[in-house]
């Protein structure tokens, strides 16, 4: 099944059933207005969604054109967006570039930190940000979207909580992260709004690519235009989805609505490319003892997307321009 | 202005107007049925609610008696939990105990992190956990409430954007807490669900103790029934409300219902005591090498309460006792 929530005058937008080849749309008032109102009540929504899902794609209902475009997040305001790091060739990089090993308690103790949540991007909508000196970079992720997770769940009881698989940009600031770590309290500046892929899908719709709480695609990014990244989700992701889960619920219940990303996503096999520009810069100053590759600016595009084996968009495409917000 | 949040089948409850001196509570459904709908049209809203508030005042209104223990948190699951760290005097202590002095920066450079909003706890809500070992300790803090927030908003503009002021109870697991942030990450595992007064109120209701974005009145602190605390929340405070909404807001808008919390109480005066466990404690390692103080055990009381100048409870008190959860 694919969902995606439409802009509209209400804060919150209004969900839709999306169809398989994301053409056609088609409210739902009587199952949910929102997507937090069906996460809230997932085991009753969920099957009523999936008949309309079924029947939207057999031609048996009413829809109007989907247009990617007019889609918000998934959740346009949600209640919590926690980012892993699951994929340690992204960390040992960027560790690299700076002299220092991967600590080997990151084999076992996911690096994650708590986001801001209180506004999430439509997929085509722009990255305003104030100066190109802040060092504008993409973040390509893989998130999972929980309904209500009890403290203290387990492994192997969390993949049942995993009720939506979206994209994630997760945009970030690079110069301005070092210090703001260094103040030893996390990201704040760094990190403004992240946006969405235009649908979020149900794991059933993955099929065999969906498997142990990874999703094994290729995750391709473009860089105005041109091929950035190309890796595989399902490769060399250190902790799946439900570890993700059991680690953020280890002193406290995650509330249904939960977002939690996989971080970069990103491959030791480095010709797939990145799905950051800063993994790339680290790369060329461990090779040649500079960084030639630069931030975004003004004007630039990002694209990010996953094809299924049959080349057919998944999530339908990330696509933003960054802008000069004043 | 005082409103609270009760608890219903619903998630998010139902805002109701409650009187001056917390005895009284009237639901609004015709102006709003919860706070974050109030916030999302203040403008709209706030009039119309300070009307209701005054007849209830007046008592000029049916009502029905108001128990703060059938109270929510204001926003029982918000979209955005920011916490500074405003008393300087409270970091100073802390470093002091390991040597380290108080960095400069921290002068002009407030400290805040983005905290977990998705669960928030009524002002008698059990503080639920696993081990009494995770060093189980309150925060007793001062917070607002704001509505949206542009980018990078001044100081000066951003106190207008102070709706709401609340007391907060910021569970810290304090063992937990220095292995996760030498992760770099920030908090995660050591802040748990944090707990609000039973009431908000409006910064013209707390009439001169509201001066320049700071709540000047003691904040009165019990640990098991023995006062801990009573520190002023309007002494020592480095940087105000406004100072902090805007510091949060320098690379992103801040959406309606964002909550920012002041940071632990603390006086440099240290005759009033402390809010929070760890700062009694690291002043009894400096000053005979070794913490006495324990941190709470299940089946302990924490009450956090100010009264003002009229010894009146402005907000009603935080009153929770740990439990242990499994």
Redesign the interface.
């Known amino acids: 099944m694919k969902l995606a929530t439409l802009k509209t005058a209400d ?1 919150d937008g209004s969900v839709v059933v999306v169809n398989r080849e994301l053409t056609k749309a088609k409210f739902v008032p009587d199952i949910a207005l929102t997507l937090q109102e069906a996460l ?1 009540n997932w085991a009753g929504a969920e099957p009523r969604l999936q008949q309309a899902y079924q029947a939207l794609n057999e031609g048996e209902m009413d829809f109007f054109p989907f247009d990617a475009c007019q889609a918000a997040a998934p959740l346009p ?4 967006w ?1 980012d892993g ?1 699951a994929y340690l060739s992204h960390v040992e990089r960027v560790r690299k570039a700076r002299g220092a090993d991967l600590p080997k308690s990151l084999l076992n ?1 996911p ?9 999430m991007l439509g997929a085509c909508d722009p990255i ?3 100066s190109e000196d ?1 060092g504008i970079d993409f973040e390509a992720e893989v998130g999972v979207i929980t309904d209500d997770v009890e ?2 769940i387990s492994c192997g009881d969390a993949a049942s909580h995993i009720k939506l698989i979206v994209l994630i940009n997760d945009v970030s ?1 690079r110069r ?1 992260i070092p210090d703001e ?1 260094a ?8 990190k ?2 992240s946006a969405f892929s235009p649908v979020a899908v149900t794991p059933d719709e993955l099929g065999a690519a969906w498997n142990l709480s990874r999703l094994h695609l290729p995750l391709t990014v473009h860089w105005n235009g041109k091929l950035f990244g190309h890796a595989n989700a399902g490769t060399d992701m250190q902790f799946n989805f439900a570890r993700l889960i059991a ?2 619920a ?6 249904a ?2 977002i939690i990303g996989s971080g970069t996503v990103s491959n030791y096999d480095s010709t797939t490319g990145y799905s950051c520009i800063v993994e790339k810069r680290v790369v060329e100053i461990v090779e040649t003892g500079k960084a030639v590759t630069g931030f975004m600016h003004f004007g630039d595009q990002v694209r990010i997307e996953m094809l299924d084996e049959q080349g057919h968009s998944v999530f339908g495409a990330i696509e933003q321009e960054v802008r000069q ?2």
Do not use: N
């Open positions: 804060r809230d305001r949600a209640y919590q926690l790091s103790d690096l994650m930190y708590q986001g801001a949540s209180d506004i305003e940000t104030v802040w403290l203290g600031l301005l770590l103040k030893g309290f996390g990201f704040l500046h760094g403004p709004a680690h953020a280890k002193t406290r219940k995650l509330s609505g939960t917000c004043r």
